[in-house]
Structure formats: C-alpha cells, structure tokens
C-alpha cells in the first residue's frame, strides 16, 4: 500500500519560510518522480514544483520560482519543498505525489497523492 505523508505546514507571516516534507512509503522511491501541487478552496490544484527520480533536474511555476527549491532524498524516501519569501498568495493546502516515469508538472499524470498539509501566510 502506498502511502505519502506531509509534514511541516503552518502558519507563518509574509517573508518567511517553511520547510515542507513528503514521506513515501510502499513503493521504490527511486523509480518515481515527485511533484509538489497547492490548492485553494473552490480552486483547481496548481502546479507548484516537480523533481526526477534522481534530483538531478527539477522545474517549478513561475509564480514560485526564486523562491522555492524541491529536493528529495532516496534513502530516506522523502522529498522537500523550501519555501522562502513567503506571500499571503501562497497560502493554500500543499499536497505531494508521486509519478512512475519522468517528471511532470501535470497533476493527471501523477499515481499517488499524500492527504496534503496547510500552509497559510498572514500579511
């Protein structure tokens, strides 16, 4: 059964930073690209970064890009998200996923999703 699990949501005011982290388990991590959306109520889940199964190539929305870094750590199957400079936009429910193929920043191509986890940024 595969599982991912986010942790270090928050609230945190404008200009901050949170550490995001996605634990996997069930699956050979190494085989999956990973992918970090956000979603606000009533809104569709957005894109927000997305990593190999290697680390070695990642991509990011523009809205986040400069600001957030993704990173991943097979051996402990877990992947990151840093988000820094943080503004009240930002604010959303943070979900990981996990893809068997090369990376996407398209939410239907990923086979497994974590229950996601809430960040809220106050002006």
């Known amino acids: 059964q595969v599982q991912l699990v986010e942790s270090g949501g928050g609230l945190v005011q404008a200009g901050g930073s949170l550490r995001l982290s996605c634990a996997a388990s069930?699956?050979?991590?190494?085989?999956?690209?990973m992918g970090w959306f956000r979603q606000d109520p009533g809104n569709e889940r957005d894109f927000v970064a997305t990593?190999?199964?290697?680390?070695?190539?990642?991509y990011y929305a523009d809205s986040v890009k400069g600001r957030f870094t993704i990173s991943r750590d097979n051996a402990k199957k877990t992947v990151y998200l840093q988000m820094n400079s943080l503004k009240p936009e930002d604010t959303a429910v943070y979900y990981c996923?996990?893809?068997?193929?090369?990376?996407?920043?398209?939410?239907?191509?990923?086979?497994?999703w974590g229950q996601g986890t809430q960040v809220t940024v106050s002006s």
């Open positions: 996923a996990a893809r068997s193929g090369t990376y996407s920043s398209r939410a239907t191509d990923y086979n497994y």
């Open positions: 069930g699956l050979t991590f190494s085989n999956y690209a």
């Open positions: 990593i190999n199964w290697s680390g070695s190539t990642t």
